[in-house]
Structures are given as C-alpha cells and as structure tokens.
C-alpha cells in the first residue's frame, strides 16, 4: 500500500478578465502581456467570494471524485497566501462547509510553493498512520491583495482553487520522491507589503500609513531564481525517484511564467508538450496553481493509470521544490 492522491477537484470563477480588459486601466497590450508571460486571461473572485467559497466548491468536488464522504476526512490543510481572515483558519472555514466534522484542519503559507509544502506534510500524515485520509486544498483570492495599477504584476495574477484528496492505494507506486527547499535571503524579491505585523498600528497607535495590501516584485530576480531552483529540485526528485526526465509523462509544474518553464524544461530536455499547462487561461494562481492544472489534465483524460508525475513550484519567501508520483 503507498500514499496516492484519490480525487481532484477545482473551482475557476466565472468573471474572466482579458488582456485587453487590463488594456483599458493600465499601459499595456494582449501582445504585450502574451509575449513575456504566455497569459491570454484571468479569473476573478465576484465581489463578496473569499478564499473559502472557491476551496470548498473544489474540495466537495474532489470528495465527489475520490467516491469518498466529507466524514471520512481526518485532516484538513489549506495553502494560501489569501485567507478570509488572520483566524479562524481557512481550513476550518471550508471544514464547516463540507461538512468534514471529523477532520483537524489548518492552513500552510509558503506562497506558490504552498500546495506542494501541504500536499507532501499530508503524505507523511497518511503515511504514519496518525489519519487514513486527508484533503489537501490550494486556494487562492489573488485579486484582493493585486496593485490593479501596478503593470509589473496586475496582468500575473488570477484567483481560482484546487483540491485533492490523499489515501493508501494499492494501484502503483504513489507518491514517491519529494524536494522542498526555502531561502530567506530571498525574501525582499516578491512580497505582500501593508500586509501584516510590521505595517499595522502598535501598541501605542501608531500607524505605518501603508494602506491597501500589495504584491511587490522584483520580476529579473524572481525569473533567474525560479529557473535555477526549479531545475536543481527537478534533478534531486528525480534522482531520488530512480527516475530520469525521459522517464515523466507529465508535468505539473507551478504557473507563473511561460518563458520560465520554458527555460527550465530546455536545461532538463522535457518537451513542453509533456507539460499540463493552463495558464494562458488562468494566469498565476499562486498556490492553487498545480491543483488546478492536475485536476484539468486528470478530467480531460490525459492522466492514466501508471502515468509518472511531476510537479514543480516556486513561490515567494524564497520557497520552492519537486516531487514525483506514479498515478
């Protein structure tokens, strides 16, 4: 028996902002965008949609997948850098929706790289034995914290979430090799500013004055970081696999940039046509990037059974990492 993912499920708003939407309010273009990012659209949350709406409609979803009931649940993690709130936890919020009284919950932020930080925490969960099975949820309220001024990073994001459902299995070898990796050095290259303790009042009342939260990047250092640590944790999970690229049938990598995964996949020799993407529809949903894209590429038929997986992320903080499955 190895520890497999069982179902997936995702939720995708329905308003879609286009290119040429953003045309109109920001100095840019389709082509402008397209070209150095690879991204056609967006999908934004409708007003008073939080985080937890989106993640609980992909959980009930991937429960529906897996054939499984919400009471069969044992624990809960959510990776989100965009909670309904500081607490109580996201995964709570979505706990109650579902119904999964059974489930300890709480939520991992390790932006982009979230869903795989939380996907591999659960594995070692189930395969302790400490729960039989777990739902893990990447979900992400981007539009809320985007700087819709900012050209540099508004045409990046979008708002979506995904889920998958963790088990024992007796069909294949499951999940076998992970890669997680941080670097803190790296912090001041993307972040979230007038977002926590360090830009709100104090004790005393005094304020930053920072107002609305906002992501800020440096786009130059993200791009050569993500390409460098993408590939080297490519290779490590890889290596502990007893795999070789040529071995993968599909790729389901984090989506931020186009030209990053196309630069990674050249160093490795993966052909992009072995890569599951989405993000020309979806553009960068942070954490809930990869579930969303396994969950497409699972309910259009192109993962089959034996099928060799591989995800890769990076995310702010600096975080990034790979694993390999057998489906």
């Known amino acids: 028996m190895n520890v497999s993912i069982i179902g997936t499920g995702s939720y995708l708003p329905e308003r879609i902002l286009t290119n040429d939407d953003l045309a109109k309010t920001v100095d840019t273009s389709d082509e402008w965008i397209f070209t150095r990012t690879g991204i056609r659209q967006r999908h934004i949350a409708r007003d008073g949609e939080a985080t937890s709406d989106m993640g609980a409609v992909a959980a009930q979803r991937a429960l529906e997948s897996a054939g499984i009931r919400p009471t069969d649940i044992g624990m ?39 869903f795989l930080f939380a996907m591999e925490t659960a594995r070692r969960f189930v395969e ?10 990447g979900a992400e309220k981007f539009s809320c914290i985007t700087d819709w001024t900012d050209r540099d990073t508004c045409v990046l994001f979008g708002d979506g979430a995904g889920a998958v459902v963790i088990r024992r299995s007796d069909h294949g070898k499951g999940m076998m090799s992970a890669v997680l990796r941080s670097d803190g050095r790296l912090s001041d290259a993307l972040k979230v500013e007038c977002s926590g303790s360090r830009s709100q009042a104090g004790y005393q009342g005094d304020s ?9 990047m440096n786009g130059r250092e993200v791009f050569k970081h993500a390409v460098l640590s993408m590939t080297e944790s490519i290779r490590e999970a ?20 186009v030209r990053i995964l196309e630069s990674v996949n050249s160093k490795l020799g993966i052909p992009m046509e072995k890569c599951c993407l989405n993000l020309h529809n979806v553009g960068n949903i942070s954490a809930a990037s990869v579930p969303v894209a396994l969950d497409e590429a699972v309910r259009a038929g192109l993962i089959k059974r034996g099928h060799k997986l591989l995800f890769v992320v990076a ?7 790979a694993a390999v499955m057998e489906w």
């Open 76 to 114: 809960i993690i959510v990776a989100t850098s965009t909670p309904d709130m500081c607490f109580p936890n996201t995964a709570c919020l979505i706990q109650n929706r579902i119904g999964a009284v059974n489930a300890f919950c709480f939520d991992m932020e390790a932006a982009c790289s979230g």
């Open 128 to 137: 302790s034995g400490a729960v039989a099975t777990a739902l893990v949820v």
């Open 238 to 257: 890889l290596d502990k696999s007893g795999l070789t690229a040529a071995d993968i049938d599909w790729e389901i990598p984090h989506q931020a940039n």
């Open 315 to 321: 995310g702010a903080g600096f975080t990034w990492g």
């Open 208 to 216: 930053s004055g920072c107002g609305r939260p906002r992501i800020r």
